[in-house]
């Protein structure tokens, strides 16, 4: 008991991966579970816990830049369970210093990159943590991703000839 009186216990089990064997380990595999029972004698009951073995890092697939502009990108990807997300980015591969983060645990990723410059090649990483502090990191097997900005901005040029409304003439 972690104060006298107090009802809360406090302890750790050791686990190991593996076959069971006589370590003093409970031998666990990635989407076991474990449940532990406590029989209190006053008053009488049972108090039941379970946990999940989580032990690996989010997949990363499906990585990709969308709606590319003159100015900036969304970088899309998902996971297989949900994680944040992070973007790792700049105009070297041997530099991606700039970062793009999302603390949300979502499986569907899309981070906008905004301010970027015209006309210029940008490299890219992506990351995702899950809820248990698992990383991956995809770096496209050491390549980097990557997409170009547009050469030109979006422009609407709107043309009024004596039938336009001279109200809408400034």
């Not at 076959?19 to 004698?41: K, N, W």
């Not at 032990?55 to 949900?82: H, L, M, Q, Y």
């Not at 970027?116 to 991703?145: K, P, Q």
């Amino acid at each position: 008991e972690t104060a006298g009186g107090s009802g809360v216990w406090r302890g750790q089990i050791l686990t190991a991966f593996g076959d069971p064997v006589a370590d003093g380990r409970i031998q666990v595999s990635e989407g076991g579970s474990l449940e532990a029972v406590y029989s209190d004698a006053n008053p009488v009951h049972d108090a039941i816990a379970s946990a999940s073995v989580d032990a690996s890092a989010p997949a990363i697939s499906n990585v990709r830049a969308e709606d590319i502009t003159n100015a900036g990108a969304t970088i899309k990807w998902t996971t297989n369970e949900a994680a944040d997300s992070r973007v790792w980015f700049g105009t070297s591969p041997a530099s991606l210093t700039s970062t793009a983060y999302d603390n949300g645990l979502v499986a569907a990723h899309a981070l906008p990159l905004v301010g970027l410059s015209t006309d210029t090649l940008y490299y890219y990483d992506v990351e995702s943590t899950d809820g248990t502090g698992h990383r991956t990191r995809d770096a496209n097997g050491g390549t980097h991703y990557s997409f170009r900005t547009t050469a030109q901005g979006e422009i609407l040029l709107v043309i009024g000839d004596g039938t336009f409304p001279s109200v809408r003439v400034p």
